[in-house]
């Protein structure tokens, strides 16, 4: 049993959100993400990444599925910029609250655009970061995008 509520658990209690939550051990080595789809019992499909990008002074968030990879091109303009790229590691928790590895689109600092990769539509369920390292919160893709006014598109790298 959790022992702790992080403030995303909070948020989504407050606003009557049905989740449930996944612990797991964190494994710094693996930028794969292949530690979490191993301990969480959901399918590597299921299992979001929450990734933060900028153009200039505008900044973004994109949440695609953990083994995939972002494409730029794709979200630029989908989000209509020029060009996006990720913001650096060491910029990460000032401007969102959040270190990596436990960034969750739920509950930033500030609230920005935020970009979801359209098959999440498909699922029914989605796993995020709860806001902190070593815990996943599983909820209703379509209660997450509302709830963070999100936008789906197709952002992802295909081969």
Not at 80 to 106: A, F, N, W
Request: glycine share 6%.
């Amino acid at each position: 049993m959790m022992k702790m509520k992080t403030n995303v658990l909070r948020l989504l209690d407050y606003q009557h959100i049905y989740y449930k939550t996944k612990e797991y051990d964190y494994d710094e080595n693996d930028l794969s993400g292949k530690h979490i789809i191993e301990q969480v019992d959901l399918k590597p499909e299921e299992i979001y990444k929450t990734l933060v990008l900028h153009s200039g002074n505008d900044y973004l968030v994109c949440c695609i599925p953990v083994m995939e990879e972002i494409d730029l091109k794709k979200l630029a303009k989908a989000s209509g910029h020029k060009s996006v790229e990720m913001i650096r590691q060491k910029d990460l928790l000032p401007l969102t609250g959040y270190i990596r590895g436990g960034c969750s689109p739920i509950g930033m600092k500030k609230k920005f655009p935020t970009y979801f990769q359209e098959d999440i539509l498909l699922l029914d369920k989605v796993a995020v970061s709860a806001g902190k390292r070593g815990i996943q919160v599983i909820l209703n893709p379509k209660n997450l995008i509302a709830y963070v006014n999100g936008q789906c598109v197709d952002v992802i790298r295909k081969e």
